[in-house]
């Protein structure tokens, strides 16, 4: 089984690549026959401007750029995708939003039917998404904003297309033990991904 593991911090020393780094070693030490890749989106200088040559890729009208074909071809390869990232506006990164705003497409992660119907393309994909944030729980269950991630990241993009989100994990800066509890809890997560199909 393989895991694609995707950051888009720009910073190689932070917290978030660290998360990243122990989410590749609790998948490589849970077993020597499961694999990974990490996709720097940063450092590898993934362009996430969404351009009219995306767009007519959106309308079926022309093919992906070799950007989008190779980002296809990764994810094509994976069993699991996993999205490490901190929270920005309490979303995704601007990098990691242009990067499935350009890799998703119409045609590849889902079909949209002239009759309006969606056929969800990615039901094989396992997904797990680990956000690292600093405000703490209380300000996130206040104002509602965990929930409202889950809606329009794990229900509005992964569930639109047919995978599956098996891990939405919330790692904050007031957590207990913070930030090895994050390291800890990443590794752990690593550890689970395919324990299913052991």
């Not at 609790?26 to 499961?34: A, D, V, Y």
């Not at 022309?62 to 980002?71: F, G, R, S, T």
């Not at 229900?155 to 957590?175: K, M, N, P, Q, W």
Request: proline share 5%; charged share 20%; glycine share 8%.
């Amino acid at each position: 089984m393989h895991a694609l593991i995707v950051t888009s911090h720009p910073d190689s020393a932070s917290l978030t690549h660290a998360v990243a780094a122990q989410v590749a070693q609790g998948i490589s030490e849970s077993n020597t026959q499961h694999s990974f890749e990490i996709a720097d989106l940063a450092a590898e200088g993934f362009d996430p401007r969404f351009t009219p040559t995306d767009v007519a890729l959106q309308l079926k009208k022309a093919e992906p750029l070799p950007d989008v074909a190779a980002e296809h071809t990764r994810l094509d390869r994976a069993d699991a995708l996993v999205l490490v990232y901190p929270i920005y506006w309490w979303s995704f990164p601007g990098l990691l939003k242009g990067w499935i705003d350009r890799v998703f497409t119409n045609g590849w992660a889902y079909d949209e039917n002239p009759d309006g119907k969606v056929m969800k393309k990615l039901q094989h994909l396992q997904v797990h998404l680990i956000a690292i944030g600093g405000a703490d729980m209380r300000t996130y269950a206040r104002h509602g904003y965990f929930g409202a991630m889950k809606t329009q990241i794990d229900h509005g993009i992964f569930g639109y297309c047919g995978a599956r989100v098996a891990t939405s994990e919330l790692l904050l800066a007031s957590d207990s033990g913070f930030p090895a509890s994050h390291l800890d809890a990443a590794y752990a997560i690593g550890g689970k991904i395919f324990a299913s199909a052991q």
